[in-house]
């Protein structure tokens, strides 16, 4: 844990906050926290900043909050469309995904999605929640993905709009033969990134997402797991926007 994510409203009007619980002992346990050290904190979708530890018990902590820093959305610019995989592989996704600074995230059914995949308690939001937050503490964000889900694969297509002029749009498939670093202008500002099911996307999907922008790409020409495929995409994918941020944006000479 590097920053400690809270919701407003365990805020008080002057900075207090008491906790209790599983989030205290993982303070005490994890963190070492002391009376009079400081350590970060957020609050959800708001500020940043950094509390002192007033006090600890058993199980309980008491802080002094104050809040100065700027909100810190997932400022990868990244939209992850993803065909929900296997339950145990969805829920450890969860927390790296909000770590890289996804900043949208649309699940979509798709032909070589098992119908038991989505019945799964990992995609309801009081489950997963909790892991994107776990994220957020990781990354020192303070602003989660937003996550929706479609049941009907045009559905989850026509949500992301028209491909946008600055935007790329990628679709994860062993078989191509262009790279995913060439396939990600450095003018591009922001990037919707399509993994399919570990069966790969079927004929008529792949026809629907090359239709609406989709361009095949791949780091290699092996087929990996749905988590490590999306943890090694999307590294590759915010290493270059920041490159090509940088080429946009040179600093003083």
Not at 182 to 190: K, T, W, Y
Not at 219 to 244: M, N, S, Y
Request: proline share 9%; hydrophobic share 45%.
């Amino acid at each position: 844990m590097n920053m400690l994510l809270l919701k407003e409203d365990e805020v008080s009007a002057d900075g207090r906050v008491s906790l209790s619980g599983p989030r205290a002992e993982k303070l005490l346990r994890d963190v070492g926290v002391v009376s009079g050290m400081k350590i970060s904190v957020g609050i959800v979708n708001g500020h940043a900043g950094s509390a002192e530890v007033l006090a600890t018990g058993p199980g309980h902590v008491e802080l002094a909050c104050g809040f100065d820093g700027t909100p810190t959305p997932g400022a990868s610019g990244i939209t992850l469309l993803l065909a929900p995989p296997r339950p145990k592989v969805m829920k450890r996704l969860w927390a790296p995904l909000s770590a890289l600074g996804v900043e949208r995230i649309v699940l979509t059914m798709a032909r070589g999605v098992r119908p038991e995949y989505t019945a799964t308690h990992w995609l309801l939001r009081e489950h997963f929640e909790p892991l994107l937050f776990e994220g957020l503490e990781q990354s020192c964000r303070t602003v989660p993905p937003i996550v929706s889900f479609h049941s009907r694969f045009q559905a989850a297509i026509d949500e992301l709009g028209p491909p946008a002029a600055c935007a790329a749009r990628l679709m994860a498939d062993p078989s191509a033969e262009i790279p995913l670093l060439d396939a990600v202008s450095p003018r591009a500002s922001n990037v919707v990134l399509a993994v399919g099911p570990e069966t790969g996307w079927a004929g008529g999907e792949r026809e629907i997402m090359i239709g609406s922008g989709f361009a095949p790409c791949c780091l290699g020409h092996h087929p990996q797991r749905t988590d490590v495929a999306c943890l090694a995409l999307l590294g590759a994918v915010a290493a270059a926007l920041q490159a090509g941020g940088r080429q946009r944006n040179p600093g003083p000479t």
